[in-house]
């Protein structure tokens, strides 16, 4: 299923994940920028990747394993949809009635920013500011919780949130999403969620929640198209009550074979 994109997106920035321009388009720099920005930090000498674990083997593609297969690895679904489209909610539903760990991008982040390192500070700054922490950084957060988990099913939430995240979780996990659950919702139904959400998030204010949906228009819509081109995409209409999208969602995972 291709995605369809929404009228007043050009065809050309949904196609570029680095959007070129000058500094007005600031707001729209992946990771790469950041990288150079913050080089101190993100330069260290960096120990090569290690054998993978016997724990992340079972994310290797196609690993059969020799005990039976049980060390298979999990489904794993990501779950996207702009900010405020309501993925936490129904992941914790679908944790809940489907037996499915439910690890957060953003909740794995934030609790970065609690143990108050450097690496913390790095993060609060950027997600104040509406835009994507460095990939090495979260997905090294869902490789530690994905190794710590004996789930056989997976949600993956908020994440990939542009291409580089898809395609340093996929070099340094060596696996690749089952499924990718996309939540569709209008870009003003998002924005009174988000100013009622009252979590006292530092990224639920109108100038960040701005900059935050411009970021999911440019980098994220063409991770979604990725994975709609393989085939991977399923759409769920993102408005109504939370019970009425959860039966749209049911339907869908109560027609998948784990
Ligand atoms: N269908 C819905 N209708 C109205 N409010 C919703 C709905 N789903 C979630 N919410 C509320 O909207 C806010 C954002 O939802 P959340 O699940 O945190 O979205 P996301 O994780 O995509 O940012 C929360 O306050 C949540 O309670
Ligand atoms: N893959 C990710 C996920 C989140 N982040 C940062 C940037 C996001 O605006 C914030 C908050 O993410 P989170 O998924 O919690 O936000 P929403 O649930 O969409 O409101 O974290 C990131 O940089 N990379
Ligand atoms: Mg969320």
Redesign the pocket.
């Known amino acids: 299923m291709v995605v369809e994109k929404k009228k007043k997106r050009g065809k050309s920035e949904a196609a570029d994940p680095q959007p070129r321009g000058g500094g007005s388009r600031d707001h729209l720099l992946c990771d790469t920028m950041w990288r150079r920005r913050v080089g101190a930090l993100l330069l260290r000498p960096r120990s090569p990747l290690p054998p993978p674990s016997s724990t992340l083997r079972r994310h290797l593609p196609d690993h059969q394993g020799s005990d039976g297969g049980n060390s298979r690895k999990p489904f794993i679904a990501f779950v996207l ?5 309501g ?2 909610t129904q992941c914790a539903r679908i944790a809940s009635d489907y037996g499915f760990a439910h690890l ?4 794995l ?2 609790n970065e920013i609690s143990s108050g390192t450097e690496k913390g500070e790095l ?1 609060l700054d ?2 104040k500011q ?4 460095p990939s090495e950084i ?1 997905v090294e957060l869902i490789r530690k919780a994905m190794e710590s988990t004996d789930a056989k099913r997976v949600l993956i ?6 291409e580089e ?1 898809r395609i340093a979780f996929e070099r340094i996990t060596g696996t690749e999403p089952d499924l990718v659950v996309f939540f569709d919702c209008p870009e003003d139904e998002m924005v009174k969620r ?1 100013l009622g ?1 009252n979590q006292g ?1 530092v ?2 204010n109108i100038e960040t929640i701005k900059k ?1 949906l411009k ?1 999911f228009e440019s980098l994220n819509i063409p991770v979604i198209d990725y994975y709609s081109s393989r085939g991977k995409v399923h759409k769920i209409n993102a408005t109504g009550t939370e019970q009425e999208i959860f039966g749209a969602v049911r339907k869908l995972f109560s027609s998948l074979r784990f």
């Open positions: 949809g702009g900010p405020g489209s993925k936490g957060s991008a953003g909740d982040l934030r993060i950027i997600i509406g835009k994507i922490v979260t939430d908020g994440f990939p949130r542009c995240n988000l959400r998030r990224d639920d935050r970021v």
